[in-house]
T-cell receptor, first 112, second 118 residues
Framework: DQQVKQNSPSLSVQEGRISILNCDYTNSMFDYFLWYKKYPAEGPTFLISISSIKDKNEDGRFTVFLNKSAKHLSLHIVPSQPGDSAVYFCAASANYGQNFVFGPGTRLSVLP | NAGVMQNPRHLVRRRGQEARLRCSPMKGHSHVYWYRQLPEEGLKFMVYLQKENIIDESGMPKERFSAEFPKEGPSILRIQQVVRGDSAAYFC????????????????FGPGTRLTVL
């Protein structure tokens, strides 16, 4: 039973356009969410986080939106760059805990 | 400012042997986490440790797997009597601690150890 779902295994976007990566969760106790980016043969790199007291957090080209009622969050990358091509994982925890549950990832390809 | 260090990067073992994976957290970080990534899957939490304490091992298989984070030295993930199904990438992450501030909760990952069991 996957508590964190990323239903699109892959996504292709043209350079300069917006990339939208989606994540759904089932556990209503989750209150803290992270997005990670992962290149092949490397560890995941932290991108951006959001807590349940917010519905939006922005950092440069990256914005994360949280819809608690829908148990849905999304990561927007604008404008997309070829270097953004990677696998993106969303992760969630409850009670600001350290036991993060990761989604299966979405592979983003940004085409030049 | 070194990041999270893991070694070895690649480890090959035959069935029945032992695998030891090491993780040195970032400077100033006292919390360590181990994750496993099977092919074509996401990261699965295994265990969360602080110095000399296991805080949460709910993701650890009940047999053959153990983890420690001694007072001195790196954290060790130990897999005894490895089987082919243990072949995976094992990632270690560290954080400053636990709390509502995002900077405490951010987990920084090492490059991983890719274990291959023949």
């Amino acid at each position: 039973d996957q508590q964190v779902k990323q239903n699109s295994p892959s996504l292709s976007v043209q350079e300069g356009r917006i990339s939208i990566l989606n994540c759904d969760y089932t556990n209503s106790m989750f209150d803290y969410f992270l997005w990670y980016k992962k290149y092949p043969a490397e560890g995941p790199t932290f991108l951006i986080s959001i807590s349940s007291i917010k519905d939006k957090n922005e950092d440069g080209r990256f914005t994360v939106f949280l819809n608690k009622s829908a148990k849905h969050l999304s990561l927007h990358i604008v404008p997309s760059q070829p270097g953004d091509s990677a696998v993106y994982f969303c992760a969630a925890s409850a009670n600001y805990g350290q036991n993060f549950v990761f989604g299966p990832g979405t592979r983003l390809s940004v085409l030049p | 400012n070194a990041g999270v260090m893991q070694n070895p990067r690649h480890l090959v073992r035959r069935r029945g042997q032992e695998a030891r994976l090491r993780c040195s957290p970032m400077k100033g970080h006292s919390h360590v986490y181990w994750y496993r990534q099977l092919p074509e899957e996401g990261l699965k939490f295994m265990v969360y440790l602080q110095k000399e304490n296991i805080i949460d091992e709910s993701g650890m298989p009940k047999e053959r797997f153990s983890a420690e984070f001694p007072k001195e030295g790196p954290s060790i993930l130990r897999i005894q009597q490895v089987v082919r199904g243990d072949s995976a990438a094992y990632f270690c992450a560290s954080s400053r601690g636990q709390g509502p501030q995002s900077s405490y909760n951010e987990q920084f990952f090492g490059p991983g150890t890719r274990l291959t069991v023949l």
